[in-house]
DNA sequence: CTGAGTGCAAAACATTTGCATCCAG
DNA sequence: CTGGATGCAAATGTTTTGCACTCAG
């Protein structure tokens, strides 16, 4: 996916950002990871491999900019720590089962809730940008 | 409010657990701030204003404690730390709308997503527990 | 060249834990 | 009395920051 990399490049070059090869090698971590929900040690472990003088400090500072520029997206789970994972290009939301026994995160898509959602920003006189669900239970395994 | 504390009273004494000062103030301050979503910090500074000698680790564990009973939930609001407030008595799901720029956060209930919820449960064999669901935009007064 | 970006170590926070002391039942 | 509960300080774990050095544009 070369694009993403373009993407980036011109993201970055509006902003006067520059391309370093610290950013290039995450946003590729970032692709090969997709579906998992890497937690910044996460990355930090699998950048070092590859390129051993790289500091925790830019993997975060490099997940901060991402998320500022949209082509990422935090992640909560009630966990300790913050975890991420690229943005859904389209707009397609998708969503997050966790398993309260095991932690497991599985992901669903949804298309039901609009209404719903155009409803609330109504009545609440809320601009609604983006919605985040979360489903808490037990797992297929876990129960 | 005195059911509330006797609420407490019992689940504590069902489980060999003792009902201090310490827990019923912060008891006390939970009921005297519905609808606020409070943080550890906030709780232990109205706590020191009527009991000096109480240790922010105590609030901690309190609120821990709470949590397990089951009489208050820990709310996350993808900041740097944890809220609090008093549970639902019924099973009157509420949830938030997040503003993302002054951070307002505002509640509302809902009683639609049941079908969608049985629905998703089933797909993926998940049982479903609870759900938390927040939607991010801009309020009334930030647009 | 030059300012943005990086690495490293130190700092900053929220939360947890160890331990001696205290007190509710 | 006695084990659960507390206060304090120290420890932990994640994320942030200061600063001198580096490098992309």
Not at 35 to 60: F, M, N, P, R, W
Not at 65 to 85: A, K, M, P, V, W
């Amino acid at each position: 996916m070369e694009s993403k990399l373009q993407d980036l490049k011109s993201l970055l070059a509006t902003k006067n950002y520059k391309l370093t090869s610290q950013r290039k090698l995450i946003l590729q971590i970032l692709l090969d990871h997709q579906g998992e929900h890497l937690s910044a040690e996460d990355i930090y472990q699998i950048v070092k491999q590859e390129d051993s003088g790289i500091g925790l400090a830019t993997v975060y500072r490099t997940l901060e900019l991402f998320s500022d520029l949209g082509i990422i997206q935090q992640l909560n789970f009630d966990e300790d720590r913050r975890r991420y994972e690229l943005g859904t290009n389209n707009d397609e939301h998708h969503h997050h089962l966790v398993c309260e026994e095991c932690g497991r995160v599985i992901e669903f898509n949804d298309e039901i809730l609009e209404a719903f959602e155009d409803d609330l920003a109504d009545k609440h006189n809320f601009k609604i940008t983006q919605h985040r669900i979360k489903f808490y239970g037990r797992c297929k395994e876990c129960q």
